[in-house]
């Protein structure tokens, strides 16, 4: 198992109000330096809706890199000035139009530890009351609602291929829906 490595610098290569591409000078184990380059988010936040009949509620949008629509559960990156609760909050209500008064948080992950320094908080949200969607000028989503069973079986055929939204349902699937 290597030791620690020790970080010399580290540079902003760019950035956006969503990332920061950067690159560290570390030494490496035999005292010489080695490039390191990383990209850094504030962090994400995923909610996982639960109607009073027990189906979820997810959501279809386009995926510009991927160029096809992806199925998932609603989430958004974290602004500056909010917490992950406030993110999941926000984007419940934009993305699905969906208000929850009592949010749980199940617990973080971290997505690609190998080139991203990147947080997912996941909370379990029962929903309260479904309200219209207040989506950005970017955004064209569409709600699904779903039980379950049906969510093990669009994961099993590959309709949900969102890691984070597998990620999500892992975490909560037996402990939390399947009681």
Not at 59 to 66: A, P, S
Request: hydrophobic share 35%.
């Amino acid at each position: 198992m290597n030791k620690h490595l020790k970080k010399i610098s580290e540079e902003i290569l760019g950035e956006n109000p969503w990332w920061k591409y950067k690159r560290d000078v570390y030494e490496k184990p035999n005292g010489e330096p080695g490039d390191f380059f990383y990209g850094e988010t504030p962090g994400f936040s995923m909610v996982v809706p639960v109607l009073e009949d027990g189906r979820l509620v997810l959501i279809r949008q386009y995926r510009y890199l991927e160029d096809k629509e992806c199925i998932g559960f609603p989430g958004g990156g974290i602004k500056s000035n909010q917490t992950p609760l406030d993110t999941a909050k926000a984007e419940l209500l934009e993305e699905t139009g969906c208000l929850a008064h009592e949010f749980v948080k199940i617990g973080m992950f971290q997505p690609s530890p190998g080139f991203v320094k990147d947080q997912v908080h996941i909370f379990l949200a029962e929903v309260d009351e479904m309200r219209h969607q207040e989506l950005d000028d970017t955004e064209q989503i569409e709600i699904l609602l779903r039980r379950p069973d049906e969510v093990d079986e669009m994961v099993h055929k590959n309709e949900i291929w969102d890691g984070q939204t597998m990620a999500a349902w892992a975490m909560v699937h037996h402990e939390f829906l399947h009681k």
